[in-house]
């Protein structure tokens, strides 16, 4: 199967990476994830970051740099994650596909039911401290 290609934002402040929860209703609900989202047809990955992390949190990044990419097979589907580390500059939070967001240390996401998909970014940064 053709994975989907979706991109996420590991966003820095102060030390800490945001996660967001999904709300139950949407698919994952209730998972803790790198938020972004689907890419659109021949979108570039970074406007397509920055565009999700607008639309779902109002929010503006900066000094967005590549990360990792790497596919993930869920039972009916496939994505391929495309992560990007990023500065938090400013957000108005309200919240669209979550009903949660927290700022936290590296070491404190083992605390948190992490998607499938972002375990792997959660493993490379666990790996790296």
């Known amino acids: 199967m053709k994975p989907i290609r979706v991109v996420c934002g590991i966003i820095w402040n102060a030390r800490k990476v945001f996660i967001a929860r999904r709300k139950p209703e949407k698919n994952l609900g209730g998972f803790w994830e790198f938020p ?3 890419l659109e047809p021949d979108e570039d990955s970074i406007l397509a ?3 999700e992390l607008h639309e779902e ?3 503006n990044i900066s000094n967005i740099r590549f990360f ?3 596919i993930h097979e869920y039972e009916t589907f496939a994505i391929e994650l495309l992560s990007y580390e990023c500065e938090f500059e400013s957000a108005s939070f309200l919240l669209t ?3 949660d967001y927290v700022f936290v240390r590296i070491e404190e996401l083992t605390g948190f039911k992490i998607a ?3 375990k792997f970014i959660v493993t490379t940064l666990m790996n790296a401290l």
């Open 49 to 51: 970051i920055q565009r």
């Open 57 to 59: 949190f109002g929010m």
């Open 97 to 99: 596909d979550h009903d």
């Open 68 to 70: 990792s990419s790497h």
């Open 36 to 38: 972004g989202g689907k």
């Open 116 to 118: 499938p998909a972002d």
